[in-house]
């Protein structure tokens, strides 16, 4: 096996110079390159460790995973919220080790609206910004699937884009290595994807570009000190300069003690909620001061998630996890999103959708998803079948009920994402019971959710299938709660403190005319608006364009 990234907690010491907080794309991307130049720096992470090969792949360790305060190192944070729940990750890698991986660039125009700081609409109008794209792309090793076209799932979203007047249909560039057998660019060993779907609950074979893969690594090889299980609550300004931290050591079924440490430079990298939460307690316990801005402009990024259930053509979407000697390795489902349509460009960007196929059902999962997309199906809508087609429909829901089989109703079925501008008006409190909340009392109401739904009919329309909205019923709403993969803003940035929580150069707001020196937020909070696409290729980039900033303020 490998050897870890993580040192003992018996290691981390009471000083230091640089702390980053948080290891997903903003952490992992400022620990790297302030180790790259010679930074000290220590790098703390609330979740453990996942080495390759220790991703959970059964039902049970899948629920062991599901993070709460009993279990605080579980990989799969979900936030039940009154309006919109929010899906993260928690570990090394953050949310690298449960997503699909899709790194694309947001339209142009997005930058161009007012929310972006007068810095960030210059970058993006001379094309500066696609520089910072770029060498994340490079590390992260983005590209297509070489074989995507010859995924069924593929072949569907192509056969509806096809027909459309104004929808642009392309593989994605994914998170995924398809060519090394070997050491990769950083000198971590990877073996190529061998198609098992099982990206969302962690690849056990290596081949997803996780930033275990890449920025981690590389950070640790120049220097970089990483502790895993360690969660910061909150921080204060000391009274010599610099920050002292309060944290603690978690276990698998319980929080720790708190105690302290002293950095002279503090990287909240706690990702959108994680960084607010800290920033939040930390004006409210500690004193510290902070923008009137702070927990506003939260945004889902549009994110809309249907199914079409039980389609009389076979779609081949379950998946085997890394098990390829199993009877199930016949049906080879592909990473979770390969394609996607890109819908309206010749329109305002406001009005644009991304659509992708976020279909394959991880190996733990499937027998769950074959037993219960039936039922979640049901209050669906229908389509127009002769008698005969509706035996063939209730036949092959009958045979996902007894056994696993290629020839039933989850594997007659897709799931899609859509992305779009949301207002992005949601803000996150914390409430007296020390827990984030998000609120967002009109969300439901914003028409890009009607028009998401609206492209997702046409698809299952065109499979002949059910179509339902994913998303858990609400009793205060009764309405299905929208659930977001891709939560942002809440510390965006700003021109100024009136206008952002941080500045371009990431560096915290005082709230009084001036910034907290030596204090960073670089995460997916930084963003002041839905992007409309996936976000982990921005988030990757505004961190490059920062972190250069920020090493040229700590020489
Ligand atoms: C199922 C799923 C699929 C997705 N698919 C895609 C995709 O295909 N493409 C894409 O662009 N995006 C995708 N995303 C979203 C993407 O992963 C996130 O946008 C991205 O990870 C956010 O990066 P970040 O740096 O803001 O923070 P995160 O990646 O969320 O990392 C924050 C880290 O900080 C840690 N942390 C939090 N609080 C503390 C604390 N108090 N102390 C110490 N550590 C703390 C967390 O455990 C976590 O590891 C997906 C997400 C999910 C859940
Ligand atoms: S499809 Fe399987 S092998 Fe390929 S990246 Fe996803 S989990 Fe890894």
Redesign the pocket.
């Known amino acids: 096996m490998a050897e870890r990234l993580s040192s003992s907690q018996g290691d981390l010491k009471d000083n230091y110079r640089t702390v980053v ?7 992992a991307v400022t620990a790297a390159r302030l180790a790259e130049h010679g930074q000290p720096v220590c790098l ?4 453990r460790e996942f080495p390759v090969g220790t991703f959970p792949d059964t039902l049970g360790n899948l629920a062991h995973n599901v993070r709460g305060s009993k279990k605080p190192l579980g990989m799969f ?1 979900y936030y039940l919220m009154r309006d919109i729940d929010v ?10 080790l ?6 694309i660039r947001p339209d142009p125009e997005v930058f161009a609206d007012p929310r972006w700081p007068r810095r960030y609409r210059e970058l993006a109008a001379s094309g500066e910004i696609w520089k910072y794209y770029q060498k994340a792309e490079t590390m992260l090793a983005a590209k297509q699937h070489p074989r995507g076209l010859q995924l069924t799932k593929v072949q569907k979203i192509k056969e509806v884009a096809d027909t459309l007047r104004d929808g642009r249909f392309g593989l994605m560039n ?1 998170c995924v290595n398809f060519d090394v057998d070997g050491r990769n660019h950083v000198g971590v060993e990877q073996k190529p994807c061998i198609d098992c779907g099982d990206c ?1 609950t962690g690849c056990n074979v290596g081949a997803k570009n996780t930033l275990y893969m890449n920025y981690l690594p590389y950070a640790r090889q120049r220097g970089a000190e990483i502790f895993t299980q ?4 909150r921080i204060a300004a000391a009274p010599g300069g610099g920050y002292t931290v309060t ?1 603690r050591h978690n276990r698998d079924d319980r929080l720790g003690e708190e105690r302290t440490l002293s950095a002279r430079n503090v990287v909240l ?6 960084s607010t ?2 920033l939040l307690r930390s004006v409210r316990e500690r004193g510290l001061t902070a923008s009137s801005k702070l927990g506003f402009g939260f945004s889902g990024n549009g994110d809309y998630l249907g199914l079409a259930y039980n389609s009389p053509q076979r779609i081949n979407v379950l998946g085997y996890g890394n098990h390829p000697d199993s009877p199930r390795a016949k049906v080879k489902p592909g990473p ?2 390969v394609s996607g349509i890109q819908y309206d460009r010749s329109q305002p960007v406001g009005q644009r959708l991304t659509l992708q196929d976020f279909t394959a059902f991880p190996s733990g999962l499937v027998n769950t998803f074959r037993h219960t997309l039936g039922g979640l199906a049901a209050l669906g809508t229908h389509p127009h079948l002769g008698v005969g087609e509706w035996l063939a429909k209730l036949w092959r829901v009958a045979k996902d009920q007894v056994f696993w089989t290629p020839d039933g109703a989850a594997n007659h079925s897709l799931v899609y994402l859509v992305m779009a501008l949301d207002s992005s008006c949601g803000s996150m409190q914390l409430g007296d019971d020390d827990k984030l909340t998000v609120v967002w009392d009109d969300v439901l109401e914003d028409p890009v959710y009607e028009k998401a739904k609206d492209a997702l009919l046409v698809h299952a329309r065109t499979l002949g299938a059910t179509f339902a909205q994913l998303g858990r019923p609400n009793i205060w709403t009764r309405k299905d709660n929208l659930v977001t ?3 942002l803003g809440g510390c965006h940035v700003g021109d100024d403190a009136d206008r952002g929580v941080v500045d371009t150069a990431g560096r915290v707001f005082d709230g009084q005319g001036g910034v907290h020196h030596g204090l960073y937020v670089v ?3 930084l963003v002041p608006m839905a992007l409309g696409v ?4 921005t ?1 990757s980039a505004l ?1 490059e364009h920062i972190v250069e900033g920020m090493l040229a303020a700590l020489r």
Do not use: Q
């Not at 703390?44 to 979740?47: A, D, H, K, M, T």
């Open positions: 907080v948080g290891s997903g794309y903003g952490g703390l992470e609330r979740g944070d899906l993260k990750g928690c570990g090394l890698g953050g949310g690298s449960v997503n699909a991986g899709v790194a994914i969302i360690v969660e910061v609550r944290w990298s706690a990702g959108t909620l994680g939460e800290i979770t999103i993969a891709h939560p995460d997916g909070s996936n976000p982990l290729n988030i961190a």
